[in-house]
């Protein structure tokens, strides 16, 4: 994994907060998360993530009418660059996070 300035040097705590799908700037198979306070276009609903201390997770889904859902769930280190998630819905069913890139502006993890 190319780390760009020590960047990803302590993903735990870099992708601590409330990132936002922004699907306008996916490219090459890699999915971009900004944080929540981003000026994102307007869209059609967002998936997130919003990464707490000690594990915990709120995940936000797109629900009816383009509007959000959210799910408690869990999150984990699984190895250097990987994050495996649980979400607390039996229509989620738990995933890696293969992340590529991690910094104050954006998460970046493969599609």
Do not use: T
Not at 19 to 26: L, M, P, Q
Not at 53 to 67: C, H, N, Q
Not at 89 to 99: A, G, K, N, Y
């Amino acid at each position: 994994m190319q780390a760009k300035n020590n960047e990803m040097k302590d993903l735990q705590s870099c992708i601590l907060g409330h990132w936002i799908h922004s699907h306008e700037e996916d490219a090459q198979g890699v999915m971009v998360y900004r944080p929540a306070n981003y000026n994102f276009p307007p869209s059609r609903g967002r998936r997130g993530f919003d990464f707490r201390e000690g594990g915990k997770l709120v995940f936000y889904g797109i629900g009816r009418a383009d509007g959000s859902e959210q799910f408690s769930g869990n999150w984990v280190i699984e190895g250097p660059n990987r994050v495996r998630i649980k979400v607390n819905s039996e229509r989620i069913q738990p995933f890696v996070l293969q992340v590529v890139s991690c910094n104050e502006q954006a998460l970046e993890v493969k599609q």
